[in-house]
């Protein structure tokens, strides 16, 4: 069988991370955040780190041929023969376009893109409550608290805030994904691909009908 590739669409912060994880867990595909894997890079002071940093920091977007080969790497590893679920890539037609060049040599393509839509104003706060562990779990200070606060509720380790979390880098993650992003939402429906998700609903409820999305597809 054809691997399976689900593109999570999205603004920043309408829950892509959150949904794609556990989307991911049950179907038994690899999640992969190309936040996470520049985020990685940064941890261990790579190259491609120090590059993707500078451009993290003021919300702007890593250039595209970056992206696509940290992206092209990964999806080449073997954990991804049975497909994956995208998270945070594409996110410019570019990159719409590489992954479509990709998958077709793979044998594959683009299965489902879920977009979760959420207006801009609860973007920022949804962003200014989040706190992070270490190994990506994601949490929020008032939908998704941890049992104690600020300790990750699986390893104990202490939370954190992402640098591009600051009210003023949201704004203009906001704009640049109003930009240079959401030109991808035509680009899908185009193709049939796309599926419409009321992103203001519980995590539980998104879930919900995400889990249908998928299934239907
Ligand atoms: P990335 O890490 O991908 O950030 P993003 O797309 O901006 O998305 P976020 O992780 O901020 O939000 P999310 O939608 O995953 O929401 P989450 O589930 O955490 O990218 C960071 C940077 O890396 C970019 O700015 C860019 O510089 C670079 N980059 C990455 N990919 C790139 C690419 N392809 N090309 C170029 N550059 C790239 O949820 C947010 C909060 O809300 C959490 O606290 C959560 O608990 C809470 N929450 C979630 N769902 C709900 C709900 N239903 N109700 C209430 N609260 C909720």
Redesign the pocket.
Known sequence: MAPTFIVML???????????KQLAQRMNLVHV????L??DNLKNETELGVL?QQ??NK??????DV?VRM?EERLSRPDCEEGAVL??????PA?AEALDDLLAEMGSAVKVVPY?KVPDDVLVE??S???MSPSGR???EK??PPKVKWIDDIDGSQLYQ?E??KPETVRH?IE??NEQTSPLIAYYRDKGLLVEID?????E??TEDLTKAVEEA
């Open positions: 999205g603004p920043p912060g309408a829950g892509k991370g959150t949904q794609a955040s190309t936040g996470d520049f985020r993707a451009y993290m919300g702007e977007l890593v250039p595209d992206t992206v998270d945070g890539f594409p996110r410019t990159q979760i949804r962003l409550g989040r706190w994601v949490y929020h939908y998704n992402r591009d979390d993650r640049v994904y992103g203001t609903q519980s995590i409820l998104v």
